[in-house]
């Protein structure tokens, strides 16, 4: 499954989404509007309307881009420039397109289901 997030000065993301149980979960709260936020200086997340259950998703290794879940702050992120594994850090999948836009992405985003 992929998913794009826009934001209002056209700025889009295309994600492909693993098949854990942590990754459908946020697929079940799509459409969602809702706002960007920075969190550190390679990283844009959001609070989805409800925490999703990480039981058996997979920590997020390390590496180059990802999208992810940070249990603790009940936070959903894009991480690009590389990043490294973190305790609670969970991938929910991967950038596929447009990753090049993530750093300039500011304020609402619509995130859907694409086809």
Known sequence: MKIKISDTRGNDVTCTLNESEAAHALERMLPLKTSLSDYA?????FMPPKK???FGAPLANG????LAYYRPW???MLI???YSEYDEL???GMPVAGQGQI???KGEVLIEEIY
């Open 52 to 54: 999703i259950n990480v």
């Open 63 to 66: 590496g180059t881009e990802v």
């Open 90 to 92: 969970y991938e929910l």
């Open 103 to 105: 750093r300039n992405m």
């Open 80 to 82: 690009y420039g590389g």
């Open 74 to 76: 009940n936070v959903v």
């Open 41 to 45: 200086s390679n990283e844009k997340g």
